[in-house]
């Protein structure tokens, strides 16, 4: 007897990572269908995709989980969130991101045809303090230290109430399905890089600053390929279950430093310190209105490092990492290659 189809709910699917794995993803035989949930509309990417299913949606409401439910997914993927602050309406964004994670959380709880939860959270987490160093490498079991940047708040936030709904099924004794929350490291590659357009530090190195400004000498980003990305989310998604609630940071254990990210960009830095760095993003966050993506506490992670120690998903679940930091930010190599342009 043939085996059933997986069916998947993925959210955020209009997003680089979301969009991304339902591509991915639907082009799997053994996957049914991929519900996609998004409060934009249907990319490109997922156009003329016979097992998408589009639900155009804010994971906040009450309203898409019933259509969902129809489909019986038995795997869910959190990537839905709204990561550029947007000005003077924190408390609205709080309720689409923290609670339409608790939204997400309570469908995957409260169907027994869900068998697995997959949770996107951020390396933001630990916080980017001025006591960080290169040689403190920031373990799952370390504190969430992150209390002023709001993209770090709110991921925290939606962690705690992850766990919490988590222990709460186990305590009623309900059947949980198995848990994992990812904390990447910045995600680059082709498909970042020339098929999405966003406003982050690469969009700004590459394109927005002709010098790169270096706040500190130990100041770095951790990469993460958007392939390694998808294929530990498949491993996740469709591998053996291996424990019921997890946390694993996904990133290779290499940095890149400011004047490597110069060297890669063909650019010049030059010194500023971070109280620089922070007097800048008050005037240009404020000046702006937000739409300069500048908001309070984010001056700090162009300041100071967080280094991640992302081996435990090679050690407990043996996946490699497929690109260091440096070529997974540097090469034009992946699944999406083809669409980087000719030079």
Known sequence: MAQKPTNLFITGAAGYVGGMLADQFSKRDD????????????????????KIIWIRDNTSCETWQDAVANYEPSVVIHAAWQIREMYGRRALQWQWNVGGAQKVFDFAFSHSFVGRLIHFSS??????????????????????REDEYLYGVEKIAAEKALEKTFRAAKKEGRETPQVTVVRPAAITGPRGRFMFARFGLQSVLRKGLPIIPVANTIWCRQFIHEDDVSDIVSMLTFGEAHHAYEVFNITPNTTVLAHDMADIMHKRTFRITPWMVRLAFFWLWHGSRGRIPTSRGGWKFYSYPIVMDGSKITTMLGYRYQFESRPALEKIEGRYKKYAPLF
């Not at 934009?40 to 016979?50: H, I, Q, R, T, Y």
């Not at 916080?127 to 969430?144: I, P």
């Open 31 to 50: 996957v049914g269908v991929v519900v996609c949930l998004d409060k934009e509309a249907k990319p490109d990417l997922l156009s003329n995709n016979s």
């Open 123 to 144: 390396a933001s987490c630990y916080g980017a303090l001025a006591s960080n160093t290169l040689e403190r490498w920031f373990g799952e079991n370390e504190d969430l």
